[in-house]
């Protein structure tokens, strides 16, 4: 005859003890949804940071004749109307 526990409806299985389980040998609840999306979006955020660290960290830079010519090809993209395009290289481009 199985025994089962009255808090978590396992079967009392142990062939040691002839007591059914305590709630201290019930396994620990498994957290809520909000904490394993916090823990998800923490990962997401770490495993962004680390590729884009990896793509800044080994690239050579760029001269300073390099750099006027970028800086020459953003001014003419936002006259030409790609305000939101040239604002990115601006603001998000590593050089």
């Given amino acids: 005859m199985n025994k089962k526990c009255p808090a978590c409806r396992l ?3 142990s062939p040691i003890s002839s007591k059914p389980r305590t ?31 990896s793509l800044i960290v080994p690239a ?22 790609f305000a939101r395009d040239a604002a990115l290289l601006d603001n998000f481009t590593v050089f």
Avoid at 30 to 44: D, K
């Fill in 11 to 13: 079967v009392d299985v």
């Fill in 23 to 53: 709630l201290k040998a019930h396994p620990k609840e498994l957290p809520g949804l909000s904490c394993r999306a916090v823990v998800c979006f923490g990962l997401c955020i770490v495993a962004f940071l680390g590729f884009y660290l």
């Fill in 60 to 81: 050579k830079s760029l001269t300073i004749e390099e750099k006027a010519t970028v800086r020459s090809a953003i001014k003419i993209l936002k006259e030409k109307g």
